[in-house]
């Protein structure tokens, strides 16, 4: 290896085979600059630690028909994956606005996207919540936008990282949020929150059989709960002999760290916030595609596109999600529970404040 004068330097290495410390690692830390490192982890059907792979991305394109020089939303920016073959479809002449909450990952996309070729201008990064679609379009004086994409759920980068206390498998801060820059984090929610209202949570974005048990379990640890190992010691707490290796326990723990995290971060709120205003963002016969990857998400995802298509927001929508082929299951498993939903946006939006208000009073209905 050489540094940016020429010199030889000496390539860094793990302290010992396999540092334990997230931290110590570099080849999660930059996936790109060991490419072979990362096609032996996708050979084997799994996804490089610090990396994301874009799912559906063929059916993606196949229900968004990218063409040159059409305005590209992709509310959920992420590794960069679906932008990327956006982008490239839609130029010359077109651009991608990029949402992305999280403040450390969206530079490194717009750095990625940048390495691979895509010309200045042409994609602009948006750090926003996609609740705030209207606001940006207006603020870049859109009068709507030809594609819109939504890859709803947590990246792959995010749950590796146990900084980000997203997942039970390693110790981590028990943080949980999108931005890190600003909102509560999940420590100090689940110190606040009450048993029975933790119940409701946890059945309500979970559907989680076991929500009274595990709400009194992780009520009694209230203001000690530090680390992600703290809050899955009290959820398993709740069960008789459980194992951190046992299936069904990891699929608990799963359930309940989901349902806590979509409730730190207003996952809900946003999406539905984001259905009511989408028809008035988009073009007439502009088409959306979102990807759900829990119930809550694709039932609230469904109800909304068949209202807009019986209001006559929508022209026609996907009658079915489609799934992932079977050979991307095969190949990449977190694909195993994606579904894809799409709309085509009806005749022309020209009063778009009165579509907003049609679409949310839909919604509030």
């Known amino acids: 290896m050489s540094d940016d004068a020429g010199r030889h ?13 997230f931290s110590e690692k570099y080849k999660e830390r930059n996936p790109e600059a060991y490419r072979g490192d990362v096609e032996k982890v996708l050979a084997r059907g799994d996804t490089p630690a610090g990396s994301h792979r874009s799912i559906c991305v063929k059916e993606v394109l196949e229900a968004l ?15 960069g994956g679906h932008a990327r073959e956006l982008l490239r479809a839609v130029l ?21 996207l940048a390495d691979a070729g895509i010309p200045e201008g042409a994609f602009v990064p948006v750090h926003a919540n996609f609740s705030r679609l209207a606001e940006v379009v207006e603020d870049a ?42 909102g509560e984090s999940a420590r100090d929610y689940l110190a606040r929150i009450g048993e029975g209202a933790l119940c409701d949570i946890l059945k309500a974005n979970a ?6 048990e595990i709400a009194r379990a992780v009520s009694l640890r209230r203001g000690a709960l530090a680390t992600t190992r703290d809050l899955a010691e009290a959820i398993l707490s709740a069960f008789p002999s459980p194992s951190f290796k046992d299936p069904a326990m990891q699929r608990t723990l799963r359930r309940a760290f989901q349902a806590i995290r979509i409730e730190v971060n207003g996952e809900f709120a946003s999406l539905d916030r984001l259905l009511a205003d989408l028809p008035s ?32 927001l929508y022209a026609s929508v996907a009658q079915e999600p489609i799934r992932a082929s079977r050979e991307e299951q095969y190949g990449n498993p977190r694909s195993t529970s994606a579904k894809l939903r799409w709309a085509v946006r009806s005749a022309s939006p ?11 009073n839909i919604h509030s209905a």
Do not use: W
């Open 9 to 21: 330097v000496r390539r860094k290495r793990y302290r010992g085979n396999h540092p334990r410390s």
């Open 65 to 79: 028909c990218p063409k040159p020089g059409e305005i590209v939303v992709d509310a959920t920016l992420g590794y």
């Open 92 to 112: 010359p002449g077109g651009r991608l606005f990029g949402f992305d909450l999280d403040s450390d990952e969206l530079p490194r996309t717009a750095r990625r």
């Open 141 to 182: 004086g859109l009068a709507g936008v030809d594609l819109f994409l939504a890859d709803l759920g947590v990246s792959s980068m995010q749950i590796d990282d146990p900084d980000r206390g997203f997942s039970f498998k390693r110790r981590g801060p028990l943080d949980m949020r999108m931005d890190r820059e600003g």
């Open 207 to 212: 559907d989680e059989s076991a929500a009274a």
């Open 281 to 312: 963002c988009l073009k007439a016969g502009a088409r959306a595609a979102i990807l759900c990857f829990h119930s809550g998400e694709d039932r609230r995802v469904e109800a909304a596109f068949r209202s807009g298509l019986e209001a006559g």
């Open 350 to 360: 020209a009063i778009r404040s009165a579509d907003a208000e049609r679409s949310r």
